[in-house]
């Protein structure tokens, strides 16, 4: 077994740490109160490979491993969740889906502009309706001999207004169940597609997230992806991978506000010591620090299961429901640790608290995580 990263590791954390430090800190504040989405911030991270880091380069992508997407997804997360998450998405819920099971078509138009920044995917699974209950799917793919009608609504949709390129899931046959649903690459500009309400959120706050709506669309038979009737495990195979990136944004988000709390007892003075000189400071700092180890040794054991092909459903489950209760505990003592100032913005650790909460919600919930893992485990 061995502990070390290799030289490329270090050296694509090292890029997103710089990345993350030269460009995304500035303006993290005010896009966090406007709610603005980091475009130009994100445009950056597809010309630095952030935006497809494991595709094949064949299709403009990194050629890098899943080690490689944790370390650049903590360094990123550590500064600005709202960037990281667009990143996470793009990456592990459309590219790779779409590079595994995708025709070389489909390949060529939608995961080489998508996996080089130029543009920005989209995934399409929660409903008003059927959120952690995924197969109760409420969209229609109606099966038109040429095309599929598409109609239905999508709610928080990560990316929603700022995307391109869409994946939706939709059901075609509900006689079949969870065996009828399909997959289908929507483009923003077919007709019929209406972007939605804006959510005004509690964390993630420059994520752009939308309500979609699809109004009979034609979508073409040929951007189906895979066989009639793969959508559900198409989304279920995705999401194995994507909650290995948001499990590392976790990791960031606690990485973040620790390192923040460390720095500001280190100069802070009471009872005429720095505090962290106080052992009630210590504890919280010792606490934190072995909290964040745990969650980033599941992360990378989680990534390195995945580069190895082997099955990681269940580490991924366990490294999202750990590392997100882990930002959670994290981000709250780090506060604690700052007193007054860390109730204010200038700060950064209360926007990590309030980020922090999403990971224990998005991509399956902690209870759904349970639910994965307890599977695995009685298989
Ligand atoms: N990996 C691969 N396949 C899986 C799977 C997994 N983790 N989980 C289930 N499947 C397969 C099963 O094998 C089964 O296929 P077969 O019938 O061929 O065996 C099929 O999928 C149906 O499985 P279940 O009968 O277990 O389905 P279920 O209704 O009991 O639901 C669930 C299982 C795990 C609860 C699932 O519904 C689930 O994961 N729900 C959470 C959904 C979710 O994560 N939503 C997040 C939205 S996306 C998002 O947040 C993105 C963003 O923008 C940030």
Redesign the pocket.
């Given at each position: 077994m061995n502990f070390e990263l290799t030289e490329e590791q270090l050296a694509v954390r090292d890029a997103a740490r710089d990345f993350a430090k030269n460009e995304l800190l500035a303006g993290v504040i005010e896009r966090d109160e406007k709610q603005q989405f980091p475009k130009e911030q994100v445009k950056m991270m597809g010309d630095l490979g952030f935006m497809g880091m494991m595709v094949d380069t064949q299709y403009n992508g990194g050629g890098m491993d899943t080690v490689s997407y944790v370390l650049a997804m903590e360094e990123l997360s550590k500064i600005d969740a709202s960037a990281s998450?667009c990143m996470?998405?793009n990456n592990s819920?459309v590219c790779w889906g779409l590079e595994k099971f995708g025709t070389e078509a489909q390949k060529e138009k939608y995961l080489k502009p998508l996996a080089s920044g130029e543009k920005i995917g989209?995934?399409c699974?929660?409903e008003p309706e059927a959120?952690?209950?995924?197969?109760s799917q409420k969209t229609t793919a109606e099966d038109k001999g040429e095309y599929y009608l598409l109609n239905g609504t999508k709610n928080?949709?990560?990316n929603g207004n700022s995307a391109s390129i869409y994946l939706v899931i939709a059901q075609t046959d509900r006689e079949k169940g969870?065996?009828g649903i399909n997959c289908l690459i929507v483009e923003r500009d077919m007709e019929g597609f209406v972007v939605g309400k804006k959510e005004d959120k509690l964390g993630i706050r420059g994520s752009d997230t939308h309500s979609l709506m699809f109004q009979d669309i034609k979508v073409p038979k040929e951007n189906r992806i895979g066989e009639d009737g793969f959508g559900?495990?198409f989304a279920?195979?995705t999401?194995?991978g994507?909650r290995i990136g948001?499990a590392a944004q976790a990791l960031g988000i606690a990485s973040g506000a620790y390192e923040l709390a460390l720095a500001y007892a280190k100069e802070r003075k009471a009872f005429g010591k720095p505090i962290c000189q106080h052992q009630a400071i210590q504890f919280k700092l010792a606490d934190m620090a072995t909290q964040i180890d745990a969650a980033r040794l599941l992360c990378l054991k989680a990534a390195r299961f995945k580069d190895l092909g082997r099955n990681f459903?269940k580490e991924s489950a366990m490294a999202k429901l750990y590392a997100s209760q882990v930002a959670m505990d994290v981000t709250i003592e780090a506060v604690q640790i700052h007193g007054g100032y860390g109730y204010v913005k200038e700060y950064h650790v209360e926007r990590l608290m309030r980020d922090a909460k999403i990971t224990q919600i998005?991509?399956?919930?902690s209870e759904?995580q349970k639910?994965?893992i307890s599977?695995e485990l009685l298989r």
């Amino acid at each position: 077994m061995n502990f070390e990263l290799t030289e490329e590791q270090l050296a694509v954390r090292d890029a997103a740490r710089d990345f993350a430090k030269n460009e995304l800190l500035a303006g993290v504040i005010e896009r966090d109160e406007k709610q603005q989405f980091p475009k130009e911030q994100v445009k950056m991270m597809g010309d630095l490979g952030f935006m497809g880091m494991m595709v094949d380069t064949q299709y403009n992508g990194g050629g890098m491993d899943t080690v490689s997407y944790v370390l650049a997804m903590e360094e990123l997360s550590k500064i600005d969740a709202s960037a990281s998450v667009c990143m996470s998405v793009n990456n592990s819920l459309v590219c790779w889906g779409l590079e595994k099971f995708g025709t070389e078509a489909q390949k060529e138009k939608y995961l080489k502009p998508l996996a080089s920044g130029e543009k920005i995917g989209a995934f399409c699974l929660s409903e008003p309706e059927a959120g952690s209950d995924a197969t109760s799917q409420k969209t229609t793919a109606e099966d038109k001999g040429e095309y599929y009608l598409l109609n239905g609504t999508k709610n928080w949709i990560t990316n929603g207004n700022s995307a391109s390129i869409y994946l939706v899931i939709a059901q075609t046959d509900r006689e079949k169940g969870h065996k009828g649903i399909n997959c289908l690459i929507v483009e923003r500009d077919m007709e019929g597609f209406v972007v939605g309400k804006k959510e005004d959120k509690l964390g993630i706050r420059g994520s752009d997230t939308h309500s979609l709506m699809f109004q009979d669309i034609k979508v073409p038979k040929e951007n189906r992806i895979g066989e009639d009737g793969f959508g559900f495990k198409f989304a279920m195979s995705t999401l194995n991978g994507g909650r290995i990136g948001i499990a590392a944004q976790a990791l960031g988000i606690a990485s973040g506000a620790y390192e923040l709390a460390l720095a500001y007892a280190k100069e802070r003075k009471a009872f005429g010591k720095p505090i962290c000189q106080h052992q009630a400071i210590q504890f919280k700092l010792a606490d934190m620090a072995t909290q964040i180890d745990a969650a980033r040794l599941l992360c990378l054991k989680a990534a390195r299961f995945k580069d190895l092909g082997r099955n990681f459903s269940k580490e991924s489950a366990m490294a999202k429901l750990y590392a997100s209760q882990v930002a959670m505990d994290v981000t709250i003592e780090a506060v604690q640790i700052h007193g007054g100032y860390g109730y204010v913005k200038e700060y950064h650790v209360e926007r990590l608290m309030r980020d922090a909460k999403i990971t224990q919600i998005y991509e399956g919930t902690s209870e759904i995580q349970k639910i994965v893992i307890s599977r695995e485990l009685l298989r």
